[in-house]
């Protein structure tokens, strides 16, 4: 008996094949094995499958997939390389998941004026790295920069340690090219010129985590690497005298370039990781601080630095001698969060804001809330922008322990909201804090960023159920109206 071939398309869901039009058979993944590493980005404790995951080379290709979205009511989102700690690229909706990691090539450099221009799926630190032998460098160091995207920089408006003296992302964004939800491509800022009139949409779509438009390409700043650097290292007996040492440093006048600091759960865990640097095991805290510029007067700097130490009784204190040396010290701090693999079965990063004078008083309420969990906290953070990064150590093989680990990550936010801080810094809200919004803002408020994502997004199909806590009220009906819509 003649048998028929079967066709590889043959029951496949139409709209997966629909999409295979437009970015080619081998630039999607739809079927469950493939798409299990997709189900999560650094936010481990929530996870949902996607529907599939299209790789797009162009802009023409990412504004075809959205529009393709868009007229078929499918949900989308954009994913970098998926280090975000919030849930941001998490496919809650069983999203068509964008996946930029083929748009990384660098478009342009012009070190006149001093900018560049990438695709969003350019590692951070290779722009650095393709620009150092002349002597420029991008400034914003996520210490997840090895493998980071500036697309997903861009969306989180990232910070980083050097980010203290040099601003975050937002500060070094001189354009960008957007598709928005409905597939059209948009221009926002124009390279060369630094404040031009009307509203500051690039600031807008800069960290509004990927629910506003779809980043393509975007002109960077790039800085010209400064002349010297010096770094110190200073031990504490006492979590106190290292947090008033962190305020004394800035009131003293001097901007450190970088400001940081660990506890002594954070210390054991990056002594037990991958980059060991020696660390006294008996300390309660430790600075590592960075200063730099011109040559002229950067000793005289670390003197104020070193002298401000010692009246905060440091217990030791020491300047990098080699470049060798600073970079095994940053490199110990750089991978701190990963470290903790080393010391716990799991952990759970959180970001809250604080006044950096209330430093000492939050702190002690994190100590307070790791003993009533029964948890162990590390913290390892920008210490000098008052952006605390309590590492909540867990086991989620234990029963009910995620649960106290998510409960004690909400009180250390609430801590900070309390001081008048916020609940985020650096790695937004994604899914994991959506419901801690209410700390720091009104339902008006929240009801008022919402109409700004309707405009933008009218239909809800870009990274829905992200940034804003579940809608109470009139914002009910609309989105009723709106999703009923939607589906004609
Ligand atoms: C070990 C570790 C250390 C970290 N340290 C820092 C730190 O020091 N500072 C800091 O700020 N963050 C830090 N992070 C968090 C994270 O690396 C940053 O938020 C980073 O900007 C995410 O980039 P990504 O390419 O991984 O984006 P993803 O995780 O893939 O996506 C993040 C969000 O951006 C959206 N998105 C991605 N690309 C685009 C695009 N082209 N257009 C529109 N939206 C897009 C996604 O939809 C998602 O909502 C760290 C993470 C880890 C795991």
């Not at 920069?145 to 969306?155: L, M, S």
């Not at 009801?447 to 992200?466: H, S, T």
Request: proline share 5%; charged share 25%; net charge negative.
């Amino acid at each position: 008996m003649l048998k028929r071939k079967k066709n590889k398309r043959e029951g496949m869901d139409p709209h997966i094949r629909s999409l295979m039009k437009i970015v080619g058979e081998k630039e999607i993944l739809y079927k469950p094995e493939d798409l299990l590493s997709y189900d999560c980005d650094g936010f481990t404790v929530h996870k949902a499958m996607p529907k599939a995951v299209v790789f797009p080379e162009n802009t023409e290709e990412v504004s075809a997939i959205v529009r393709y979205c868009h007229m078929n009511n499918l949900p989308f989102l954009a994913r970098g390389a998926g280090t975000g700690l919030s849930g941001g690229a998490i496919p809650l909706n069983n999203e068509v998941i964008i996946s930029m990691v083929k748009m990384k090539k660098m478009l342009h450099v012009d070190l006149e004026n001093r900018q560049a221009v990438v695709q969003p799926g350019f590692v951070n630190l290779k722009l650095t790295h393709s620009i150092s032998d002349k002597g420029y460098y991008y400034a914003p160091d996520p210490s997840s920069q090895y493998v980071c995207t500036i697309g997903g920089n861009v969306a989180e408006n990232a910070g980083g340690a050097h980010c203290l003296k040099y601003g975050v992302t937002t500060n070094h964004i001189l354009g960008l090219e957007v598709v928005l939800p409905d597939g059209e491509v948009i221009e926002l800022g124009e390279a060369g010129v630094p404040d031009r009139p009307g509203y500051d949409l690039m600031g807008l779509l800069t960290g509004s985590e990927g629910t506003l438009g779809i980043v393509t390409t975007i002109t960077v700043r790039i800085l010209k690497s400064p002349q010297g650097k010096q770094t110190v290292l200073a031990y504490f007996d006492q979590v106190e005298d290292g947090s008033r040492a962190v305020s004394d440093i800035i009131s003293a006048g001097i901007v450190p370039a970088a400001l940081e600091m660990m506890d002594k759960t954070a210390i054991e865990g990056v002594e037990a990781g991958t980059y060991p640097v020696g660390h006294p095991p008996d300390i309660e805290a430790l600075l590592l601080i960075e200063v730099d510029g011109i040559l002229a007067g950067l000793e005289e700097q670390v003197e104020h630095i070193l002298e401000v130490c010692r009246k905060r009784n440091v217990r030791e204190v020491k300047v990098a001698s080699s470049e060798e040396e600073r970079g095994r010290w940053w490199a110990n701090r750089k991978t701190g969060f990963g470290a903790m693999g080393a010391i716990s079965p799991d952990y759970l990063v959180q970001d809250g804001v604080i006044p950096r004078s209330r430093l000492p008083e939050v702190l002690q309420n994190i100590y307070d809330i790791s003993r009533t969990s029964g948890l162990r906290i590390a913290n390892i953070f920008h210490a000098g922008d008052g952006n605390l990064h309590p590492l909540i150590l867990f086991d989620s093989r234990v029963p009910g322990e995620t649960e106290k680990a998510l409960k004690a990550g909400t009180e250390c936010l609430k801590a900070c909201a309390d001081v008048g801080g916020s609940i985020t810094g650096e790695h937004g809200v994604g899914i994991e804090k959506k419901e801690e919004m209410r700390f720091i803002f009104t339902e008006e408020e929240l009801e008022a960023q919402m109409r700004i994502r309707e405009v933008f997004n009218p239909y809800d199909l870009l990274n829905k159920g992200k940034l804003f806590p579940t809608p109470s009220r009139c914002m009910d009906v609309k989105k009723i109206v709106k999703e009923t819509v939607a589906v004609k």
